[in-house]
């Protein structure tokens, strides 16, 4: 497997907060070769839907492989932010109608908002209990300056989707418990909710094996080619014949799993942080009590929520986000370490000397 960045990018030990909190279950390494009728490299959010979708629509589950080259929710599935919500991109409406036109614009933003519901519908279907929270998402304007494109906005939503967004002015935030002195502003859009990505992906995991899917860990597909009119695919166990393929490797892929996919993909690192527990005095002190998920208006945006406290914990934690860079070297992640933190404390100044235990740098694609 050729990969574009460090080996320490792909180690095996990630450490997250996430894994604390749920455990998803360990699927068993391939041990000997096999055929399939699909198979489905990567056990995230993508390889997991993809193989319950099929089965739901009558393939039969047992004739469907997910291989996974560490074990399900290692990727991003089982490490990201939880913001279940629209933000595909972060070109305002009328930009994505001067370029793509308003019935492409609309079928985008319903893709989006049929996402939110899938999860909302896998969440009820195969019970899986995620700590959900927010009653939608909140944009924070970073500039007065962008108070005129969050009010922008909310007509938009009204006149192309019917859909009633809210602004918050400045004066507003603090009582809504969203005081900090780097925002002057906010919309709130009614659409979607925050979740635990690790407890929904293992409730995905277990959905897929539940109903006999196979699932192997610790089996990275190490070569694909064409078999006659199937595919096969090298393991260190075995291989793998199939009649159907499905790559749901996201920024962990390979560029040689298969080889045409080299130069076509160009992950980035993300980088999220996690508070320690904040007491109810440090929360009143920095005037942020809201479990609102909220992100700022700036392109590369920070993402930021706070979360029901976990069981047996006194107080809830403090999720920040960011994007970073392209390079996993040791100096770049304590660069990166260092600027999510000097962010961290300007937004949230009451919290400079909060520990900060969980960080960690992600790949995505
Ligand atoms: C820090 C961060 C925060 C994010 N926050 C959010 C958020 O709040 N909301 C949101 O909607 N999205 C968020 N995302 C994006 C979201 O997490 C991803 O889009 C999603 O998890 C992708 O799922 P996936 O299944 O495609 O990929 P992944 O979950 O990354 O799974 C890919 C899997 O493929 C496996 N794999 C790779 N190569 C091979 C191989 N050769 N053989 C076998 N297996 C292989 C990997 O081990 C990995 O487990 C975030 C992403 C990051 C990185």
């Given amino acids: 497997m050729r990969r574009l960045y460090e080996p320490q990018a792909y180690d095996r030990d990630v450490g997250s907060y996430w894994q604390t909190t749920a455990t998803p279950p360990r699927w068993p390494a391939l041990k000997q070769s096999r055929a399939a009728k699909i198979l489905i490299i990567g056990g995230g959010y993508t390889g997991l839907n993809c193989a319950l979708e099929l089965a739901e629509q009558g393939i039969d589950p047992h004739s469907i492989v997910v291989l996974e080259a560490c074990q399900p929710g290692w990727g991003a599935s089982g490490r990201n932010g939880g913001f279940c919500c629209t933000g595909g991109t972060k070109l305002p409406v009328d930009k994505l109608i001067a370029r793509f036109g308003e019935d492409e614009t609309r079928r985008f933003f319903k893709q989006q908002t049929a996402s939110i519901e899938s999860v909302r519908e896998n969440l009820s279907r195969y019970h899986i209990s995620a700590d959900t929270h927010s009653n939608g998402e909140t944009q924070l304007a970073h500039r007065e300056s962008e108070m005129a494109g969050l009010h922008a906005e909310k007509q938009q939503m009204k006149d192309l989707f019917s859909l009633d967004c809210r602004i918050t002015e400045k004066p507003g935030l603090s009582s809504q418990g969203l005081a900090s002195p780097e925002f002057h502003g906010a919309l709130t859009t009614p659409l979607g909710f925050a979740l635990n990505p690790m407890k929904y992906l293992s409730g995905l995991a277990q959905a897929a094996t539940g109903i006999g899917i196979a699932a192997y860990g610790g089996t990275p597909a190490l070569s694909i080619r064409r078999a006659g009119n199937n595919w096969q695919t090298d393991?260190?166990?075995?291989?793998?014949?199939?009649?159907?393929?499905?790559?749901?490797?996201?920024?962990?892929?390979?560029?040689?799993?298969?080889?045409?996919?080299?130069?076509?993909?160009?992950?980035?690192?993300?980088?999220?942080?996690?508070?320690?527990?904040?007491?109810?005095?440090?929360?009143?002190?920095?005037?942020?009590?809201?479990?609102?998920?909220?992100?700022?208006?700036?392109?590369?945006?920070?993402?930021?929520?706070?979360?029901?406290?976990?069981?047996?914990?006194?107080?809830?934690?403090?999720?920040?986000?960011?994007?970073?860079?392209?390079?996993?070297?040791?100096?770049?992640?304590?660069?990166?370490?260092?600027?999510?933190?000097?962010?961290?404390?300007?937004?949230?100044?009451?919290?400079?000397g909060v520990e900060t235990p969980s960080s960690g740098p992600v790949w995505s694609a």
Avoid at 268 to 294: A, F, K
Avoid at 335 to 346: G, K, L, P, V
Wanted: neutral net charge; aromatic residues 8%.
């Fill in 235 to 352: 393991t260190p166990g075995g291989h793998i014949t199939a009649d159907n393929l499905v790559i749901a490797t996201n920024g962990y892929s390979s560029e040689d799993v298969p080889d045409w996919l080299s130069g076509r993909l160009l992950p980035v690192l993300s980088n999220i942080l996690l508070t320690r527990p904040l007491t109810e005095l440090e929360l009143n002190s920095q005037g942020w009590t809201s479990h609102q998920m909220c992100s700022d208006t700036r392109k590369l945006l920070h993402y930021f929520r706070l979360m029901p406290p976990a069981e047996g914990e006194a107080g809830p934690r403090m999720l920040f986000g960011m994007r970073s860079g392209t390079s996993a070297t040791p100096a770049s992640m304590a660069m990166m370490h260092r600027r999510i933190r000097a962010d961290f404390d300007r937004f949230f100044p009451a919290w400079r």
